[in-house]
């Protein structure tokens, strides 16, 4: 008679069996696993970005995607909102999602932290040219509401690169060749809001102030800050197209439902483009002259050419 066998698996072996596994996957199950995860571009515990390497044998494009959440949260892993990685992929476009430090970081004006910070993974990226096959001069931002404002002001803001720095990341550009965002706040300017759109609430907090009424007050005594922040006051014309999206039409001058997200700032941001001669397509429902349905669709055009 053959008699049972048993064995015990001692804690410090399950424990280990345990670690053996694979993490779940922070991001939604249609997204596949990075190639490159929790990447540091940075000192902060939030300058990381996640990296998805596309196949193919020449230097690749980029979609640098910036999350949204007011720079007061979100994450990363909100990639899939704002650029749809398998379409991009498939496309031959290798993707970057990133982390950024929140207005709370102690710079003046505290918005510096998260700009400041996509200007640095993006130059981060450029550093990993050929390590990660990335074609420098073939990168696109997307992102959404307060990600979509920071690709704008990598789109048009001047180059931050500097080519004496003994950083090698700091001698990259911070340049974009296009970007395409939605629900984008196009101004940090009080006085332009407030015109385009009466009940605007949005904004003070990226100088460090309490509401919207004392970033009116202020204004002036903040001008400066807001010359150097705002997207719509960076615009020159040398700089690349862009693409907006909104969820409903604009109504100039008058009050909205979501007067952050309103469509109110890209109808002000494509004038003031065109008066630069910077492309700018605008969408929303019902918009005349709709060349691309999604964001995506505009990277895959503009970062397919050559």
């Known amino acids: 008679m053959i008699k049972p066998f048993f064995f015990i698996l001692s804690p410090a072996l399950l424990t280990g069996l345990a670690h053996a596994q694979p993490k779940a996957s922070p991001y939604p199950p249609e997204v596949p696993r990075p190639t490159y ?24 494009p980029v979609a640098f995607v910036i999350h949204g959440g007011g720079w007061k949260g979100g994450s990363k892993e909100r990639l899939p909102r704002f650029a749809d990685p398998n379409a991009l992929l498939k496309a031959g476009i290798s993707v970057a999602a990133i982390n950024y430090r929140y207005v709370t970081a102690t710079e003046k004006p505290p918005v510096k932290a998260p700009l400041h910070d996509a200007a640095r993974a ?23 509401s307060a990600g979509a404002c920071s690709s704008l002001w990598l789109a048009f803001h001047d180059d ?25 706040q196009t101004t940090l300017d009080p006085k332009q809001m407030k015109e385009w759109t009466p009940n605007s609430k949005y904004g003070g907090h990226a100088f460090g102030l309490r509401n919207f009424t004392e970033f009116l007050a202020k204004r002036e005594e903040i001008m400066p800050w807001i010359k150097e922040y705002s997207p719509y006051a960076n615009v020159s014309p040398d700089d690349p197209p862009v693409y907006l999206i909104y969820s409903k039409g604009p109504a100039l001058g008058k009050e909205q439902k979501d007067p952050t997200h309103t469509s109110n700032f890209g109808v002000k941001l494509q004038e003031h483009c065109r008066s630069k001669k910077v492309g700018c397509e605008l969408v929303y429902p019902g918009a005349p002259g709709i060349r691309h349905k999604s964001p995506t669709e505009f990277l895959i055009t503009q970062l397919g050419r050559n």
């Open 37 to 60: 995860s929790e990447v540091s571009y940075g000192k902060h515990e939030r300058n990381v970005l996640d990296f998805w390497k596309a196949a193919s044998k020449a230097p690749a």
């Open 122 to 144: 993006l130059q981060f990226v450029r550093s990993k040219a050929r390590e990660w096959n990335v074609d420098k001069k073939r990168i696109g931002a997307a992102g959404g």
């Open 160 to 184: 931050l690169s500097d080519p004496t720095s003994k950083d090698p990341v700091a001698r990259e550009s911070s340049r974009l060749s296009c970007a395409a965002v939605t629900g984008a």
